[in-house]
Structures are given as C-alpha cells and as structure tokens.
C-alpha cells in the first residue's frame, strides 16, 4: 500500500506529517470490523479493504485497543494487512505491517464513521511512568539488603621462569631501552639474566618487573604438551602381519581385472549370453525357456505399483494410478506401455521380492485432482481409502493416470534390478507364448 511521498513544501509540523502519509483510509468501525476504502488522494481512485476485530480491551479513562486482522487490495491482488488501533475519545492512533513494511496511523472517528491516515514515520511508543510508591519501595529495599562481604583476596605467589626463559625485565628509573614499553630483552640462566649489557645481572622473581618475551608463551604450550606426552603409556604393539605371497596381486588389482573381464565379455558375449542377462536369467535357464518357445520381449520401463494395487490395476477394479506428478512430466508416461512391478510394500515379509505381474498402458492425458469432493467421488476409480496412509488432504498435487490397456501375466517374471520409473533402465523379459491373460 506504499506510494512515493508528495513533495514537501514547507518545515512545518503539518508539512512533515503530510509528506510522511502513505494513503487514507475512510470507512466504518463496527464490533466486527472495520471496512472501507483506501486512496492517495481525495479526487483519486480508490481500492477497498476490510479488516475483522479479533480482539477488544479497555485501556485506560475513555480508551480502548483494538487488534484487526485483514487484506485490501493493491495492483490487481490482495495483500494481507495487521493493524492495532488505541481510540481515546474521537482520537484514533497505533500501528500496523503488511508485505510493504511497519507503518502508523493518525484520525478520527465519529459514531460509526472512521477516518485514518497511514503514516511512513514510525511513532515513538507510550512511557508509562513508575509510581513514586514503587520507587520508595524498591529504595527501601535496597537499605534493608545487607552489605555483601568482600572476600579477601589471596595472595597467589607467582611461579618463577624456568632455566633458560626469554623475559622483557624493566627497572624503575630506567628510560634507555629502545622498546616503546622501557623494557629489555633478556635471557635467565643461572639466577642472572643476560641482554645486550656487559655483564650479567642477578635476578628476583619476586621483587623484578619482568614478563615472559614475544613467543615464550607458545613455547611454554609446546613444553607443557611435550611433558604431558611424555607421561603417556606406550602404544601397544601392532601383531606381525603376514606377509603376502608374491603371486596374489593387490584386491585393487583384482578388482580392475574383474571389471576389464566383464567388460569384454559384454561386449563379445554372444547374443544369448547377453539377453539372459538383460532378463535376469541365467543363460542355461534361458536357453532352456528359450527351446520350449517362450518369447523375448522388447524392453521396457517398470513401474511400482504396491500390493494389493498392483493386482486391482490389472483385473480392472483400479482404473487410476494416482501420482504428485502430471503424466507428461520428467520424460512423459502417456502411451507407452510399462512394465507393472508389484512390490510388498509396507506389509513386505521375510524372502518376498518384486516381480513383474503384466503390463499397462495409460492415456496421454491425466485428470488434475483440485478438491477434495473431486478426489471423493473418484475413491471407486483410483481405490485409496478415505483416511489412509495414502490418502490425499488436499494440499500439494495430485493428477490421476487413467488406464488405457492392460495384459496379465499367467505366472509372474522377475523384475527389474533398478525399479521405478523415473531414471529407470528399459529392461526385456523372456515370456512363455501362451503366458498371457488379456484384458
């Protein structure tokens, strides 16, 4: 609802009000809610809003506070509004926020009648002022609080450098050292400490000003980790590992070797070898399906269907696969047969595994779920239970597949190493001639 602000024309107080108002508002206050129009200017165009009272508490000689919550509408859509309104006698103030930022407002009001100002200039907020009764109160209290004993403070005597420590030493009355802190580089050995002087000068950790030189105390935390190191138990000793016959090569080696074999025998396997294992057979199983006149279909795309779906989807009771995705997304799925995978699903037991029951075709085009009454009065086509675990709430996508054409496999064929269908590998499978049931 924000608006560039008209040019200023004076520093008056008024001037400034008017150049921080954003728009007005003009229309009636009721119990329930307050509604109207909002405008920039009197002779303009105007927009409606509307705004429910959600709250109402009396605040103090004549005054009281509402609480609104609402929209209005702004370039063509609606744009949510929350505003907090104190009225004291005729007088209207407070506060409000929408998608546009924080604002103020500024008016009147008369019987029913309500005129505000939004405002860009944020009002600073009320400052009640404490009683006096509560400030002798609390000053009184403050007395009455015995005084805390100071603790005495220990002491501590400060542990002396050790042997050979780099120390900055500064004596009283003595301004020659180059340092900006008058202190002077120096080494302890032996009780004296050593600098660029020539002779050596006792030393007394208690009564010198000294402190530990620039990179003494790194070396402090290295002889300390060095120390603690030190008292650490040995490592335990690691068995003899065999040593390994000159004629076994490394698993990596083995490894590359079993991949450059297979390799070569995918690409030189004769064709039956490879179709056997494009069906998940082994080749003496699928020459042996192959003599007695089963046939190699082409391949396919799976699709999961859960039990019991799977079975409803090709005996005809399901005639909708429900999915969050619309059939022509991520590759397309209209007109093109799929392989039907049934798996367990969550009632999956122990050596169960998915098979591929038959086939299923849907149409190009998928029914768009957008309410639930929709979704009801479809429950005997898609067979999803009001109130399951697969029941749709109405929030999210929801499309519907509708079924084309099914055929039934007689007995069930292994499925597909990688199920699913998006990203899914086609993959053929070897079918007895009679092994159909079409629907």
Known sequence: MSSPAAPAGSSTPADATETATICHLAGTLTASECAG???????????PFRLAVLDERDTGVDERTLLLRGSFEHAGGIADDDLELTICNNDVSGSGSSRFGAYT???????????????????????????TKKVDEDASRELDKPKKRKKKQKLVARKPPA????????????????REDGRYPCVLRGGQLYGDWEEPVPFDPDDDDWRYGEGAYKQRALDFVARFCAKLPPPPKEPKKRQKRVDIPPVEAIGDL???MAEFVADNAPEDIQNAYACSLHPAEYLRRWARGDSLLRPLRGLNVQHPWAPMLLDGSKVIEARTYDIDD????????FWVVETPGKQRQRGQRARITGCVKFCREAVRYTSLDQWRADEDKHRIAAGSDYDW???????????????VL??????????????????????????????
């Open 37 to 47: 129009d909002w405008f920039y200017a009197a002779e303009g165009e105007r927009w």
């Open 393 to 407: 709430d109405g929030r999210g996508a929801m499309f519907g597949w509708r079924v084309e054409r099914v055929m």
């Open 330 to 337: 991520k590759g397309g799925f209209g007109n093109e047969w």
């Open 258 to 260: 079993v991949a450059e």
């Open 105 to 131: 407002v500024v008016g009147t009001v008369h019987g029913d009648s309500i005129q505000i100002r939004k405002l860009k200039n944020v009002l600073p907020k009320k400052r009640r002022r404490r009683s």
């Open 163 to 178: 042997e050979g420590a780099q120390l900055l030493v500064k004596w009283a009355g003595d301004d020659g050292s180059d």
């Open 410 to 439: 007689r007995e069930p064929v292994p499925g597909p190493d990688r199920k699913g269908t998006i990203n899914s590998k086609p993959v053929p499978r070897l079918v007895p001639r009679d092994g159909w049931v079409v629907a």
